[in-house]
């Protein structure tokens, strides 16, 4: 009520807006946190509904229930819902909802922008959507819209590219936000070295996306003019050039790629220390490997262009940067590994999904350093074994960590305790049945599937099978996630202050007079936790 009445006098005359009112003129950070966060799940269903059509066709060879043209249309709009409505909106609106708090802001420094940004979201998921329902249906050149094919589709190609206009819009106004909430609103004595992890990687994210946001707004405008004001930007027969698009999109694509994956390093950053009752190791490096991969993360896309016919030399380069990203990743996964080392870990929800997002992660991420090989991409390239590595790095990597974020701090949103059982009961579902239904992809790749297609060989027919069955089991898993939040909300127990039965009540006390200042350089500490003395010799337990 104080902060809507700094951005509106007129609220303190009439009180708080109640009913729809109150949502479409919130400006408190926590209301639009919560906008943002449904929104997402929303999408997120909207989307796996359509990756459930995809599998449910992939089940047996054969086209069985959808015309082909229908299915690209479901495989551009799954992949165009769960990137640009499900991950950013997600992260974006935990972003809202905790870095005022985490930084000791009094709320979001634009408010007003801040409700403008959410609500060009909705018009824009309608405009995707409505694509399957004008002549020509959705969009068919998948989530990459490539030209010449994006040149020559129907109508749904412009809503399509209208929709992408305004979420970019809607991104690069939460970016700003963001970047300035963090650089001029942190409480006195909150230096940027002091941070947590998740301010770190949520202002490193929101530069990104200033960054590469236009770069596909211009990318999308060129096919608009390709397609209607007579321009030749990609055809080949004007002068023009369809490689060059791969370009424009791929700056923007693979940055975007670290966009969905470094809030998710902030999350599991945040997680880990707390259930493993130790501070977060090696915080300096974590920052200088965040803003590493931020950089490097520009430097890196031609790697998906392997088959384009770059010369040699651009070849090699693009591979050894591709290769060198992975060290500041690896460099976050063993500190996330020394975090947990001979910590007093205990495995509540949130904690699990964390290790289960680091475990398949880093499988990902080794089948992506595979990709980065030249030669062996160019054998790769287009089949199922790329769609198991980006699965594994965002499904694994964003949902995952979500999930770890809305179970850590759901008695902080709602005052109210989720059921832990069910919670226990989602992890291992989700954890089993993706992979099921991502492993083996790898091994249709590896013989030779091409993605995005319909109907496929006889010889594939059981690696399809099964991962149609788990990608169904998997499914399911997210409606438990569904009841246990609707329960918890309604029915849950009153939250505790501090829920986490000793993860955040471990009082560290140097003694006095104390030539150390740090944790790490003390020789001994006595540590209360939960009002039981523990010693501490060299940072471990006695």
């Known amino acids: 009520m104080a902060i809507d009445a700094i951005h509106d006098p007129d609220a303190l005359h009439h009180g708080p807006p109640r009913g729809l009112t109150r949502w479409l003129t919130a400006t408190n950070h926590k209301d639009i946190g919560t906008l943002y966060l449904w929104f997402s799940l929303c999408m997120f269903f909207t989307g796996g509904v359509m990756a459930l059509c995809i599998r449910a066709e992939l089940f047996r060879p054969g086209l069985k229930l959808f015309h082909p043209e229908v299915f690209n249309q479901l495989s551009t709009s799954h992949g165009l819902i769960m990137v640009f409505g ?74 399509t590219i209208f929709a992408i206009h305004l979420m970019g819009i809607s991104s690069i106004m939460g970016s700003i936000n963001i970047i300035v909430t963090v650089l001029n609103l942190r409480a006195p004595g909150m230096t940027l070295m002091k941070m947590p992890m998740f301010a770190w990687t949520s202002l490193v994210t929101a530069f990104l996306i200033i960054a590469v946001m236009p770069v596909l707004a211009g990318a999308v405008t060129m096919i608009l003019t390709d397609r209607h004001f007579g321009t030749h930007f990609f055809n080949a027969a004007g002068g023009g050039d369809p490689i060059l698009y791969q370009h424009v999109f791929w700056f923007f694509g693979h940055p975007e790629v670290y966009i969905m994956a470094l809030p998710a390093f902030g999350i599991v950053s945040q997680v880990i220390p707390s259930f493993s009752r130790k501070p977060l190791f090696g915080y300096t490096s974590m920052v200088y490997a965040t803003a590493s991969i931020g950089v490097l993360s520009f430097m890196v896309w031609a790697h998906h262009m392997f088959v384009t016919g770059l010369p040699a030399t651009v070849q090699l380069f693009f591979m050894y940067a591709t290769m060198l990203i992975a060290v500041p990743t690896g460099v976050k996964v063993f500190n996330w590994i020394a975090t947990m080392w001979q910590g007093a870990m205990t495995f509540e929800t949130p904690m699990l999904f964390a290790v289960g997002f680091i475990l398949l992660f880093t499988i990902g991420g080794l089948s992506g350093v595979t990709l980065s090989v ?99 089991c998997f499914g399911l898993g997210q409606l438990l996630f569904l009841y246990n939040l609707f329960k918890s909300l309604r029915h849950g127990e009153p939250a505790a202050q501090l829920p986490w039965e000793g993860a955040n009540t471990l009082e560290w006390r140097i003694p006095t007079p104390a030539p150390y200042h740090s944790f790490v350089e003390a020789p001994e500490l006595e540590v209360i936790e939960n009002g039981v003395v523990v010693k501490m010799q060299g940072g471990r337990h006695e």
Request: charged share 10%; no cysteine; proline share 6%.
């Open 86 to 159: 499900a991950i950013m909106p997600a992260f974006t609106g935990m972003a809202n909802w905790m870095l005022p708090l985490l930084i000791g802001a009094p709320d979001m420094a634009f408010a007003r922008m801040n409700n403008w940004s959410f609500w060009l979201l909705p018009p824009a998921a309608a405009l995707l959507l409505l694509a399957f329902f004008v002549p020509g249906g959705a969009a068919a050149a998948g989530w990459t819209l490539y030209a010449p094919l994006s040149t020559q589709l129907g109508m749904g190609m412009d809503l």
């Open 374 to 472: 030249a030669a062996l991409d160019i054998q790769l390239h287009g089949t199922y074994y790329v769609v198991a590595h980006f699965h594994y790095v965002l499904v694994a990597g964003a949902l995952f960590s979500l999930f770890a974020a809305i179970y850590y701090w759901f008695p902080k949103m709602t005052g109210r305790m989720y059921d832990e059982r069910l919670g226990k009961i989602h992890f291992w579902w989700s954890m089993i049945w993706f992979n099921v239904t991502f492993f083996p992809m790898h091994f249709l790749g590896l013989a030779g599937m091409p993605r995005r297609i319909p109907d496929y060989a006889l010889q594939f027919t059981t690696f399809n099978s099964v991962a149609t069955v788990g990608a169904f």
